[in-house]
């Protein structure tokens, strides 16, 4: 049991339980950053993500958009598995590609040309869903595309929440099985990682009591780019 891996999920359980993605997006930077390689958070972070997105879907499935679930699984999910096998299967740097695209994710606010295109590839949904797959399966980093599409849609609060977290939720299982099944890594199994995967619906479940009702979203939306782009200049340099 690691501190550093411990505090990590603490805060990114914090995100997730609040907007559906988070120990994913915030956690494998991180990860990074503390220097562990991208296969193992991999087995930290997907059973996490896993349990927290479960218990949030738990009382919410009339909530989903089920149409764009539907495309989504259509078009990310086959991509995010070929991916992923590329990725693992080949000697590339996934640091300056999480880097790279956490900058660049970050200053779609700030700076119009990158806006521009986020906005033009939201219009094409296939098309952003299947670019969404490609960087879910090199980087781990799919959700903050992910979110960038659902809080594009006129929906409420809960089922932007409910659609995001049943999209990533299928996302960690398909990593999941492509990470078991093709390249044979039980690991997952390993019992000293279960305190990492309790520790996820244990935030949860005290986030949804007392902070998520109260989240202010615009906030959290300023807040995390600055994070983003702080981790993806760290990830750029260090490579």
């Not at 339980?17 to 220097?35: E, K, N």
């Not at 562990?36 to 499935?61: G, R, V």
């Amino acid at each position: 049991m690691a501190f550093d891996i411990l505090i990590t999920i603490f805060f990114t359980a914090i995100v997730q339980s609040i907007f559906g993605t988070g120990v994913l997006l915030f956690g494998t930077p991180i990860l990074l950053i503390l220097g562990y390689n991208f296969q193992y958070a991999l087995i930290i972070l997907l059973p996490t993500s896993i349990l927290i997105n479960f218990f949030q879907l738990k009382n919410n499935f009339n909530k989903i958009d089920i149409q764009f679930y539907k495309r989504l699984f259509l078009f990310s999910i086959p991509l995010i598995i070929l991916f992923l096998y590329f990725t693992n299967s080949n000697s590339i740097r996934i640091n300056l590609f999480v880097g790279i695209f956490l900058v660049i994710i970050a200053l779609k606010e700030n700076i119009l040309s990158i806006n521009r295109l986020m906005k033009l590839l939201i219009k094409y949904e296939h098309l952003y869903l299947m670019i969404m797959g490609i960087i879910h399966g090199i980087t781990n980093l799919g959700g903050a595309l992910l979110s960038g599409i659902v809080f594009s849609k006129d929906l409420s609060k809960e089922s932007k929440r409910a659609t995001i977290a049943i999209c990533y939720l299928t996302f960690a299982i398909f990593q999941i099985t492509t990470l078991i099944i093709i390249f044979n890594n039980n690991n997952f199994l390993n019992k000293l990682n279960f305190i990492y995967w309790i520790l996820g619906p244990v935030i949860f479940f005290i986030v949804e009591k007392y902070i998520y009702f109260r989240i202010n979203e615009k906030n959290y939306i300023d807040y995390s780019n600055f994070f983003l782009f702080v981790m993806g200049l760290i990830l750029i340099i260090k490579n």
